[in-house]
């Protein structure tokens, strides 16, 4: 089992940036692919971002592809979201994730959460 904690959501103007983090527990981190997803109200859980265990291999859906980027440090258990140019449509609360499966791209694929960190782009 590993414990999540996002961090570093905020208030942005439209074509700005953020860097989100999360913080996980337990020592088996470097073990799992993580995440990240967001939730817009009303909406469904969208896919956001993959990072491989080993950091080599990353995945990223049309809608942020060259705008959002997916790090991972293992010796400090933390993932990063870079986002930049920034839009109002990003605007969601932002979750991290952890999954045993090989390249998961869905909620399903996923066993542990954070609690989520909201963004709000402004226009």
């Known amino acids: 089992q590993v414990q999540l904690v996002e961090s570093g959501g905020g208030l942005v103007q439209a074509g700005g940036s953020l860097r989100l983090s999360c913080a996980a527990s337990?020592?088996?981190?470097?073990?799992?692919?993580m995440g990240w997803f967001r939730q817009a109200p009303g909406k469904e859980r969208e896919f956001v971002a993959a990072?491989?265990?080993?950091?080599?291999?990353?995945y990223y859906p049309s809608s942020v592809k060259g705008r959002f980027t997916i790090s991972r440090d293992n010796a400090k258990n933390t993932v990063y979201l870079q986002m930049n140019s920034l839009k109002p449509e990003d605007t969601a609360v932002y979750y991290c994730?952890?999954?045993?499966?090989?390249?998961?791209?869905?909620?399903?694929?996923?066993?542990?959460w954070g609690q989520g960190t909201r963004v709000t782009v402004s226009s």
């Open positions: 994730a952890a999954s045993v499966a090989t390249v998961p791209t869905t909620p399903y694929e996923y066993r542990n």
């Open positions: 337990g020592r088996t981190f470097s073990s799992y692919v």
């Open positions: 990072i491989s265990s080993n950091g080599g291999s990353t």
